[in-house]
């Protein structure tokens, strides 16, 4: 998880509650991926999606960036959610959240789930296999997913299972192009068994340059988390119109990203790769169309 807005702390009702300026957390979404893919939306939908963008938002960067006792703040995050969902919420990001959940009746598992996988993230810093991986991103991911279906108007099983993976596949493609920063942050999202498989140590995750041996390991995380998007694109069929473009804006910003580690020789710790915008437009573009390759 990424961030960039600054934080402090205050006292509410004996509790640490972060104090984030809610028109700054809403201003990050210029340029991620989810928010971009969600342009050509309806007015009404953008609207709603924009909500859960400013809730996953905040509880990430409570996660990630709060000062003094995180796990306390997101114990109020939680009670806060519980407040919006019954109307009665006071922070911005929160009474609007609350007014999409009202309006689209949407339930609390998929907030929790965010807020749950934030509290993971403050006792937990490696992830011995890829199966547990997965269950994190079940936590941290698959939600948000789940309620872009639902405010497409998909609540059906099929639906949800194939948001899952391109949810996860989006997620895995965070984390291995964060790598560094992840590390710099005491966090390490490259399975264990997988580094050790690879001959990777730790201390390689640090380095200035990527190691031959953790080249070859990003290689195949990078096919690991193509793999899932492309078994997740179907998705894209059993949507119109401007849900349609908006779920393969997300596919194909992903496997766009994904190409450009891929042409940067995975070295993902000399520098920040980011995928270009026509990129993501020429992939998404195919993603429409059905004519993606892997």
Not at 53 to 72: H, I, K, N, P
Request: one cysteine or more.
């Amino acid at each position: 998880m990424t961030a960039v807005a600054s934080t402090r702390v205050i006292r509410l009702d004996g509790a640490e509650r972060p104090q984030l300026d809610a028109g700054e957390v809403m201003a990050k979404s210029a340029t991620e991926n989810f928010t971009v893919a969600s342009r050509l939306l309806p007015a009404a939908a953008r609207e709603h999606l924009l909500a859960v963008y400013g809730f996953a938002r905040f509880v990430d960067d409570v996660g990630d960036l709060a000062a003094g006792d995180r796990e306390r703040q997101l114990d109020w995050v939680e009670r806060e959610l519980d407040r919006a969902l019954a109307g009665e919420a006071e922070h911005p990001v929160f009474v609007r959240i609350g007014r999409s959940a009202a309006a689209l009746g949407l339930e609390r598992t998929p907030f929790a789930d965010l807020v749950a996988a934030n509290r993971q993230d403050q006792r937990v810093g490696r992830y011995a296999c890829f199966e547990d991986l997965a269950a994190y991103c079940a936590l941290s991911a698959n939600p948000v997913g789940r309620l872009v279906l639902a405010i497409l108007g998909r609540r059906d099983e099929l639906a949800a299972g194939l948001s899952d993976k391109i949810c996860t596949g989006l997620q895995l493609v965070e984390h291995w192009q964060d790598v560094a920063e992840d590390y710099r942050a005491g966090r390490i999202y490259l399975p264990l068994e997988d580094m050790e498989r690879f001959g990777v140590e730790e201390d390689d995750l640090g380095r200035s340059n990527v190691t031959p041996t953790l080249r070859r390991l990003l290689a195949f995380e990078v096919g690991r988390a193509r793999r899932l998007l492309h078994e997740g694109q179907p998705l894209v069929r059993l949507l119109s119109g401007t849900g349609r473009i908006a779920i393969a804006g997300f596919v194909g910003g992903g496997l766009a990203q994904l190409d450009a580690i891929e042409r940067n020789g995975y070295d993902v710790l000399a520098q920040s790769i980011k995928a270009t915008k026509t990129a993501v437009a020429a992939r998404s573009l195919r993603v429409v169309v059905g004519k993606t390759h892997w």
